[in-house]
Every structure is written in structure tokens, then in C-alpha cells.
């Protein structure tokens, strides 16, 4: 819709726009007659009228069109002590403005401007809850765990689920303590599992976790089976294989020995 200008408002145009930015005369004209027009208004109306403000696109070197000069002035003289909120909020009663929390902190920074808050508590500072504790609303107390209640997602021991890493995992105790099947079942025939040492499955089959199918190998040797792609789905051939990384092992630990 057109906006329409009576001749009070006329007059003032040709009068305060010389000189000012369109912010400014927007802000001005805004405050004085109270009513909302933008800065893009005001440059139309400059444009259809033929009113030039003497300044380079409506504002003056090294100014904002979003923060004009006297709006620059007023944060400077105020931001002490203030949060961008609060800046914001006094920016938008004095100039009849719609300033945010995130563009003042904008402002801020390419003004080199510090409001002095550091964030914490001052000395002395007495907490909003202070001797609250224990304190509660009546009836909420009927939305809390009952003593001995069991969460709906805990399983039993003995439960075995498949990890992200591709391996079973099975619980061997309350509250939440879990083991890898494989090494468990190593560990039940041959006790720990030697430092450096890894448990893998001859037949490359994670679920099959039986002792006959798990072997012990060095990390060194691991490394060789599967840089070598010697991993077969045959027990045999992984164990022919295992045995060949052991040879290529300790042929490089030869070699170096010998340099």
C-alpha cells in the first residue's frame, strides 16, 4: 500500500533529509510523528521527489546504514555495564527501533567495544536457591523412581548383543558390567590374553565364538593376515596362513637384526 504524506511530513523531508542518512531520517521521522516508515521508504520517497542527502548511498563514509552515527554515538556513551539484550532493548525505546541481541554483539566487536560483564559471580554473590535444598511442590513426589525400581531397559545377565565394533557382547553382572564372548571364552580355556596379543576368528565368523574356532595372534601378525589378505572362511587355510605370517614375521625381525 502506498504510504501518503500529508504536508507537515513533506515539509520535514525536505528539510532534515539533506545531511542524513536514510536510517537517520527514518528514525527521526519515526520518533517525531510517530509513525513506522523504513529506510527504504525514505529513500523511495528521496528517489520519486528528487531530494539528494549529500551523502555517498544514504550514508556517510565508513558508516553503517544498520547502525547510523548517532546510533554508534549512543552505544558508545551507554554499553558499559550492559548485556546485549539490555543494549538492545535501550537502542529500541530511545530510536523507535528492532534491534537484536546478536546484532549488538555484531556492533560490539567492529567497535571494539567491551561492556565490562564478565559472566561470573561477584564476591559474596548469594545463590536465587540457597537453602532450597531438600525442598520440593507437594505431589511431585508421585513422578519419582520408587526404591528398588528397575529401569524398563535393563537385561538379564547373560544377555549378548552385537557391539559397534562387529563383536558379541555379553553381560556377566549387575548393574551394567560387559565382556566380548570371544575373549571370555579364550580367556576361560588359556587365562589372559597375552600383551600385544589379539583373539580372532579362524573362520572369519564373529557369532562363532566355540575355543576351536578362536586363535591368538601378535598384533604384528594380525597386521600381515589382513595386509596380506590371508582372512579365509576355511579354518584350515587361516591356520596355514597364520603360519606363513609367523615365517614373514620373524623374517623381517632377521633382517633388521642383521642391519
Not at 520535514?12 to 519515526?30: K, M, R, S, W, Y
Not at 559472566?119 to 520408587?146: D, L, Q, S, T
Not at 571370555?184 to 589379539?198: A, D, I, R
Not at 574356532?213 to 597386521?223: D, G, S
Request: glycine fraction near 6%; hydrophobic fraction near 30%; include cysteine.
Amino acid at each position: 500500500m502506498k504510504k501518503v504524506y500529508n504536508e507537515e511530513h513533506r515539509a520535514f523531508f525536505l528539510v532534515f533529509i539533506p545531511g542524513h542518512t536514510d536510517n537517520e531520517v527514518a528514525n527521526e521521522f519515526n520518533r517525531r510523528f510517530d509513525i513506522q516508515i523504513t529506510p527504504s521508504k525514505v529513500h523511495a520517497y528521496k528517489q520519486n521527489n528528487r531530494i539528494k542527502s549529500g551523502t555517498k548511498k544514504g550514508r556517510s563514509k565508513g558508516e553503517s546504514e544498520l547502525f547510523p552515527r548517532t546510533v554508534r554515538d549512543y552505544i558508545r556513551a551507554n554499553n558499559s555495564g550492559k548485556t546485549a539484550k539490555q543494549m538492545a532493548d535501550l537502542l529500541n525505546r530511545h530510536f523507535n527501533a528492532s534491534y537484536t541481541s546478536s546484532q549488538i554483539k555484531g556492533i560490539r566487536a567492529r567497535m571494539h567495544l567491551v561492556s565490562g560483564l564478565t559472566g561470573r559471580f561477584k564476591r559474596g554473590h548469594i545463590p536465587a536457591n540457597k537453602g532450597m535444598k531438600g525442598v520440593w511442590n507437594k505431589g511431585c513426589e508421585k513422578g519419582w523412581f520408587k526404591k528398588g525400581h528397575i529401569p524398563h531397559n535393563r537385561v538379564a545377565v547373560g544377555t549378548e548383543v552385537m557391539s559397534t565394533e562387529g563383536y558379541l557382547k555379553i553381560k556377566i553382572a549387575e548393574p551394567d558390567v560387559w565382556v566380548f564372548k570371544h575373549i571370555m571364552e579364550w580367556e576361560k580355556h588359556h587365562g589372559s590374553v597375552p600383551e600385544n596379543c589379539l583373539i580372532s576368528f579362524k573362520d572369519g565368523d564373529h557369532y562363532n565364538c566355540k575355543i576351536e574356532n578362536l586363535m591368538c595372534t601378535t598384533k604384528a601378525e594380525h597386521a600381515i593376515l589382513n595386509f596380506q589378505e590371508m582372512r579365509f572362511s576355511s579354518p584350515e587355510l587361516t591356520e596355514s596362513a597364520l603360519t606363513i605370517a609367523k615365517l614373514k614375521h620373524r623374517i623381517r625381525e632377521i633382517q633388521k637384526e642383521q642391519k
